[in-house]
């Protein structure tokens, strides 16, 4: 009796050592930024529509919406496409539509603990790291918090990004590595989150009007565009971003997975010291408060 009634002990600290987590409730609702390297600026938005059982599995129906056009002028492109997704003992799973497998893949691990790593799928070599963990209370709910990164299985230092249960991450999503979040096949595209919410949980982040933003067209960024020198471009040590019209700005540069890795706020003129990084493709976001005045590639040789 005393077996059995450890036993029974040990299976209840066991199960009770997984992390309970939420989401994607009813109501739930992300908009994302999107930025293309071709230039191409809008949002995505990614909803909670029903419960689904897919592949013999209970979960999540969501629907992403893309919604973005070449940042000076050109047609719009709107689609839609769905995505399933459920959560299981701390674990968040998406269901892979994209590369033909249909496997349910390990999108984020809750239970991963400092300095662990988790898989993404079987098909390719993509591992998260974790760097540091634990709980942070927005809008009155405690939610558990993740400071992650890629690892290749070479360490990225990029930084970190912050992974929240029930929002997800809130810098970039994992864009073009992760085939089940994919909003891209043929280049990698810059996810930043910009709201949330549901039918429990108020708005995380900005209102819709700055959120679904789109450029109106060639007349209104054009002119603004002009007043922007990048140079030189191919670089080998650093790289200058002239802006006039003393405005503020904001200059942020990201390696070829879509991974920050410089950062800068300026008036008129900066310049960024490119000799850290490995020769190669960089891209770049250049945006004055709100509106991304443009996007574009530079080499560094």
Known sequence: MKTFSLSLF????SISSFCQIIWSPPGAIWHNNYTSIGGDIGYVETKYVSDAVIAGINCKKLIEHQCYRFYLGGNLIDSYKNLYTYESGGVIFMFNLVDGSNNWDTLYNFNTPVN????????????????????????SDTLQWRAINY??????????????????????RYGFINPVLNCDNFEPSIFGICNYSDNTFALYGK????????????????????????????????????VSGNRKMT????????????????TNSTTINLEPFKDGIYF?????LNTIIRSGKIIKQ
Request: aromatic share 12%.
């Open 251 to 266: 200059i942020v540069l990201y390696d070829i997975l879509s991974r920050q890795i410089s950062q800068k706020t300026f």
């Open 207 to 242: 209102p819709d009007s700055i959120c679904k933003q789109l450029p109106n067209g060639i007349s209104e960024l054009d002119g603004a565009d002009k007043l922007i020198s990048v140079y030189p471009n191919p670089a080998s040590h650093k790289i200058t971003f002239d």
């Open 284 to 288: 770049y976001k250049l945006s004055d």
């Open 10 to 13: 040990l299976l209840i600290v």
């Open 116 to 139: 662990g790593i988790w898989h993404i799928n079987s098909t390719d070599t993509i591992f998260i790291k974790v760097y540091g963990a634990g709980t942070k209370i927005i809008n």
């Open 151 to 172: 690892v290749f299985p070479f360490e990225s230092t990029s930084g970190y990004d912050t992974l929240y249960e029930r929002i997800g991450l809130t810098g970039y």
